[in-house]
């Protein structure tokens, strides 16, 4: 073999090497993607998406570095979710988050599920049919619920420290979620053991809350409790406005209400269940499956107190309630 040929096949030999890796790489499995469907929208839950980030941070996975995260929000119009949760199975996304469903809940469990799902919901899962069990889910789907019926009698409590003289509260529910009757029995059940009256005010469309707050005043309410509902929540500054112009003290269940101009709240924190939520699809993309992921409930409650609202509302907040407090807005 003559000298020259001898270099070109050894430097051929040499260059071969570098389109290996080239070969490996595209032959690497796709990066996952995961769905994250919500009633709401981004503009009200933008520190939820941190907290469900914060969840796959901690089960090993980093948006845009081993994950990606396909987003739909329905913006409030509910009868969107079954719609983009298909679009999301359409895709072909590893696991889904679905959170802010309320009313459209059971629709699109049917829509997604042959997909494994996170559900975060504010109702008890197996009476809604997400479920099987607590301890053993069963099928694809599993739940980080924020349900406790021990909240309510502690928020009749809280509220009745700020109206001492009523006995008479309201509950503001839409009837279209299928937590409200669960809700309202166990309201009244905690009312009852305090001595109190409960007026349920409804209300499925914002359209309803003028006339909700008429009934309210009419009947000379004396405090509000709101329950947790998709709309009420992605129409929280409409309820916020409608209880100041009334001059009605109200609790609400999420700590999103005081931050925007409520009185106060009492109830488990939502940002730690979207990072409990975060958790859960983690685990899915490492092989879990949901049938074995305990339903997941409550592990941080936090009371917060707005006393910028009290003020104008008239309101003494006494120091008892300031110290039990887990944050007071000034």
Excluded: C
């Excluded at 696991?95 to 009313?103: H, K, Q, R």
């Excluded at 107190?305 to 944050?327: H, M």
């Amino acid at each position: 073999m003559r000298r020259r040929e001898f270099i070109t096949l050894m430097g051929g030999a040499a260059a071969a090497p570098v389109l290996l890796p080239l070969a490996a790489r595209a032959q690497q499995p796709a990066m996952p993607v995961i769905g994250f469907l919500s009633g709401r929208s981004l503009a009200s839950d933008s520190h939820l998406v941190v907290g469900f980030r914060q969840g796959l941070k901690e089960s090993g996975y980093v948006e845009g570095q081993n994950v990606t995260i396909e987003f739909r929000w329905a913006e409030g119009q509910f009868d969107r979710l079954t719609a983009l949760a298909a679009d999301l199975v359409g895709r072909q996304v590893s696991a889904i988050f679905a959170g802010g469903l309320d009313v459209q809940i059971r629709a699109v469990k049917a829509a997604i599920s042959a997909t494994p799902v996170v559900f975060a919901t504010a109702g008890d899962p197996m009476k809604l049919g997400l479920v099987t069990s607590f301890n053993r889910p069963g099928g694809n789907a599993t739940a980080v619920t924020v349900v406790s019926a021990a909240l309510w009698p502690k928020r009749m409590e809280l509220l009745h420290h700020l109206a001492p003289t009523s006995n008479v509260f309201a509950l503001l529910v839409n009837p279209d979620d299928p937590n409200t009757e669960i809700s309202t029995n166990d309201v009244l059940v905690a009312a009852a053991t305090l001595g109190l009256q409960i007026y349920v005010l409804r209300a499925s469309t914002e359209n309803d809350f003028e006339k909700a707050f008429a009934a309210l005043v009419s009947e000379r309410v004396g405090a509000l409790l709101v329950t947790n509902n998709a709309l009420f929540n992605s129409q929280r500054e409409k309820l916020i406005a409608l209880a100041a112009r009334n001059v009605v003290p109200a609790i609400y269940d999420r700590r999103d209400f005081p931050a925007e101009g409520g009185l106060m709240s009492y109830g488990a924190s939502t940002v730690d269940q979207y990072r409990q939520s975060g958790l859960y699809v983690g685990r899915i993309l490492k092989g879990d499956k949901p049938a074995d992921l305990p339903v997941m409930q409550p592990t941080k409650f936090e009371f917060v107190i707005n006393l910028k609202t009290a003020k104008a509302l008239g309101l003494a907040i006494p120091p008892t309630l300031l110290a039990l407090a887990d944050e007071v807005i000034e």
